[in-house]
Structures are given as structure tokens and as C-alpha cells.
């Protein structure tokens, strides 16, 4: 097949996966700021670390809203859903998405390109509200429930109108593996930056956030239907290490190196290609090890050599199987590990 249009079905698919997680993240703080409301501001800022932008987003607003013009909650939301010098925000993404199907219509079905094209003006609309009253929109809590179910249904559509042949596979390659990226992220946020005082581990207000970790994740239900009560060690291993649950990042690296196999026509544990063997290599270690070990080398270690070897699977991917365009590496780029 073209390698444009790998690289379409790839990129398009990740955009959209990164938009949608990041409408999770600022719909769980939504339900934390009244769960455990901070008058300060501060548990906006996780978010954008998360993100990985820190550097662009104290650029333009900086870190305390002492030092901005409105508050940290505006800067933080305006900067992650609408903010086009943001190639992270998630208007940034389904303009790329929507770019990147626009390309490839002749290979996705109508029914794809409805919906990507719907997700995007659904999102084009709010910011256009916003720019004359952003807290309109900003206090609506249903645009989040909203954008997921965009996603969701442009994954449902996917699965069930397009041939699920390479093209497909790339497609889902991408969206696997922005799924374990941002799972990662979200993971060592809570873990390393939001609550860093040993004293207040298993306090109510350490259960409230691993409770918003679950719900980032869609994951509260599965989760106590295995555990029952919150606690730090069963979540992290729930998102880690989980192998039945799709939003685990050992779940999530299971299926993007099962379409990449597809991809290749190599037998997982075969590989000629380097793509596949970094694949593999992270895959093991998600088997191959348990909660135990990875808290007593320390968690934010762990998510940390996580990142980077996501990082490195996808520039491979972009190396090996497509020609790369700048605004992709760009947009890679920014996704890299700090």
C-alpha cells in the first residue's frame, strides 16, 4: 500500500485518540475540583504536564495565575481544547485528523469521514463560543461526555465500515499506541507530581485522586469489580499490567503489536524490522514483570523508560514505514519525554 496513506490512517487515528484523552483529563478535574476543591488553582496544572507542554504553556500564560491575566483553570482549559499555537490542544488535533482523512477518502469509508469531520466542527463551534464567552463553555460539563462519545463512535465506525486490511492496522497501530502514551502520563502525574508528601498517601484525599486516575481512564468499574476499595498499588497495577482491560498500557502494547504483525506478516516474537523489535522488547517487559518490582525500582522510573520507549517505537514506526512530513514531527515531537 502507499505510504501516504499508512501515514494518514497512522496519524489520524492518533490525533483522535489524543483529543479524546485529553477531554478525559479536564472532565475528571472537573469532578476533583468538587470532590476536593483547591481555591488555588494548582490541580490544573498536572494537566499540561501531562500533556507535556509545560514549556509552551509557561511561555504563553505561565505557571500561577498570579502571573497570568485570568485564572489558572481558563488558561489551563482555553490552552488544552482550543489554543491553536498548541499542537497538542484538541482543536489542533481534529484539524490534523480531518486533514489527514481528507487525504485518504478514497481508502476510509463515508461514514469515517462524517464523523471526523462532525467531531471537528462540533469542537470548531465551541471555540468560536469561547473566543466571545469562554465560561459558557467552559462550565459545561456535557461537551466532555460529548467529545468522548466522538471518539468513540469514530472507532466503532471504523471497526465496523472499513476492511480491516494494512490500512485499518496502521490506523489502529496509532491509536494503541497513543493510548499507552497517555496512560503512562496520567499514571505518573498523579503519582510523581500531585501528591510528592509520603504523610498523605492513603489519606481521603490520596483515594479521591486515584479515584479521578480510574475515571480518567473509564476504568472505576472494571477496576472495583476486581479490587473493591481504592488503593495506589492495585490501580497502578490495574492501568499497568491489566491484560483484559482496553485502556491498560500492557493491553494497549499487546494490540498495537498484534497489527503491527499484521502489518509486517511476521509471527509475534519474529521480527525484521526495527519497529517490531522494540515492540516486542516493551511488551516483555510488561509480561514479564509485576507490581512488586516495579515499585521497589519506583513507579515514576518505570513510566518514565515507558515513555521513552513509546517515543522510540513511534519515531521507528515513522522511519520504517513512511516518509515523514514536518508537522508529524513536530507534533511527535512535542509528545517527547521531558
Avoid at 500500500?1 to 478525559?24: G, H, K
Avoid at 517515543?311 to 511527535?332: K, P, W
Amino acid at each position: 500500500m502507499l505510504s501516504r496513506v499508512a501515514d494518514s490512517m497512522y496519524w489520524m487515528c492518533r490525533y483522535i485518540e489524543r483529543a479524546e484523552n485529553t477531554a478525559r483529563f479536564i472532565a475528571v478535574n472537573f469532578i476533583l475540583a468538587l470532590d476536593a476543591p483547591d481555591p488555588n488553582g494548582a490541580q490544573w496544572m498536572p494537566l499540561v504536564m501531562a500533556s507535556g507542554d509545560n514549556a509552551l504553556f509557561e511561555k504563553k500564560y505561565g505557571t500561577t495565575s498570579a502571573s497570568a491575566d485570568i485564572p489558572t483553570k481558563e488558561n489551563v482549559m482555553n490552552f488544552l481544547m482550543f489554543d491553536t499555537d498548541n499542537p497538542n490542544s484538541i482543536l489542533s488535533c481534529l484539524t490534523a485528523a480531518r486533514e489527514n482523512a481528507r487525504s485518504i477518502r478514497e481508502v476510509i469509508s463515508s461514514e469515517m469521514w462524517e464523523q471526523v469531520n462532525k467531531f471537528y466542527l462540533f469542537v470548531r463551534n465551541l471555540a468560536t463560543q469561547a473566543r466571545t464567552d469562554f465560561q459558557l463553555v467552559a462550565n459545561r460539563f456535557e461537551i466532555f461526555t460529548q467529545m468522548k462519545l466522538s471518539a468513540h463512535l469514530f472507532e466503532g465506525v471504523m471497526a465496523a465500515t472499513m476492511s480491516h486490511n494494512e490500512a485499518w492496522h496502521f490506523g489502529r497501530l496509532g491509536r494503541f499506541l497513543e493510548r499507552a502514551d497517555k496512560t503512562s502520563r496520567i499514571l505518573d502525574v498523579k503519582y510523581f507530581i500531585l501528591l510528592p508528601d509520603i504523610a498523605d498517601v492513603g489519606s481521603s484525599l490520596d483515594n479521591i485522586q486515584w479515584a479521578a486516575v480510574l475515571k480518567s481512564a473509564s476504568a472505576l468499574e472494571m477496576y472495583r469489580k476486581i479490587y473493591h476499595r481504592i488503593d495506589h498499588v492495585h490501580v497502578a497495577n490495574f492501568l499497568l499490567l491489566d491484560d483484559v482491560f482496553p485502556r491498560s498500557i500492557r493491553y494497549a502494547v499487546s494490540r498495537a503489536q498484534r497489527s503491527l504483525s499484521s502489518i509486517t506478516g511476521n509471527p509475534i516474537g519474529r521480527f525484521d524490522t526495527q519497529p517490531e523489535k522494540l515492540i516486542g522488547k516493551l511488551h516483555s517487559d510488561l509480561e514479564f514483570t509485576d507490581i512488586k518490582e516495579i515499585f521497589a525500582t519506583g513507579l515514576h522510573e518505570f513510566l518514565d523508560d515507558v515513555q521513552i520507549k513509546l517515543n522510540d517505537i513511534g519515531a521507528s514506526i515513522v522511519e520504517t514505514f513512511f516518509a515523514l512530513r514536518s508537522g508529524e514531527m513536530m507534533q511527535f515531537q512535542s509528545q517527547s519525554q521531558n
